[in-house]
């Protein structure tokens, strides 16, 4: 089946630095999600993309479709504490699986202050 | 809206109990997906709806585990006999019907812990 690969697994950096991380897939895909998880609660979106090339932000966020549509990498800058937790990416191929979401492993982002 | 809700957010259980986790996705949305997280395996999913209807309960790890959802406001997933390697965080999630029904809204999950 279709499985993404996202990368790093885990991130350790110092507040105010930027951060890159990003997925892969041998499949295609017609829409790229992030989404972040904080401790105990569940992942909330953060950024929807649609069209390959797409480049969208959302504040110190910003994420972009790869052109091939087999890959998204998301950006942040600037970190600040609050920005602990995981990092998903999750990929939508369309047709007729209604929605169904192929999720990445998430990346774990910790920042000391 | 609220959001998906899912109930209750922490259940402890014995071995060989049943358990049944509870979700309300957000009103209008008309697919819904049960998903399970632990730290070996990250998230699956295990079965999802549209309309009401199951579409693909592949993700269900055995006969034990079963899903229901009677209308479009409610959903159970239940688990029977219980078992320890089924303690996870069992996420519901939601999307929409039309060009943005990719985005699934999850809930806050319900965290088993099988003793």
């Known amino acids: 089946g279709q499985q993404l690969n996202q990368s790093p697994q885990s991130m350790f950096i110092q507040e105010g630095e930027d951060v890159s991380m990003n997925c892969t897939s041998s499949s295609i895909f017609n829409t790229w999600l992030w989404y972040k998880q904080d401790p105990g609660e569940g992942p909330v979106l953060l950024i929807a993309?649609?069209?390959?090339?797409e480049l969208t932000s959302n504040g110190r966020l910003t994420a972009q479709f790869g052109i091939t549509r087999k890959d998204s990498f998301l950006n942040i800058s600037a970190s600040i504490p609050s920005d602990v937790g995981i990092y998903f990416c999750a990929g939508y191929a369309g047709g007729t699986s209604y929605g169904k979401l192929t999720f990445g492993q998430g990346t774990i982002l910790t920042v000391h202050p | 809206d609220a959001g998906v809700i899912q109930s209750p957010r922490h259940e402890v259980t014995e071995m060989g109990q049943e358990v049944t986790l509870r979700c309300k996705p957000i009103?209008?949305?008309?697919?819904l997906f049960w998903y399970r997280q632990t730290m070996m395996r990250g998230l699956e999913l295990l079965i999802y709806f549209n309309n009401n209807v199951p579409i693909d309960d592949s993700g269900m790890p055995e006969d034990r585990f079963s899903a229901k959802m009677p209308n479009a406001s409610f959903s159970t997933l239940k688990i029977q006999p219980s078992e320890p390697r089924d303690s996870a965080v069992y996420f519901c999630a939601s999307s929409a019907r039309g060009g943005m029904n990719t985005e699934a809204f999850f809930g806050q999950g319900t965290r088993l812990t099988v003793v």
């Open positions: 009103s209008g949305h008309n697919s």
């Open positions: 993309l649609y069209k390959a090339g």
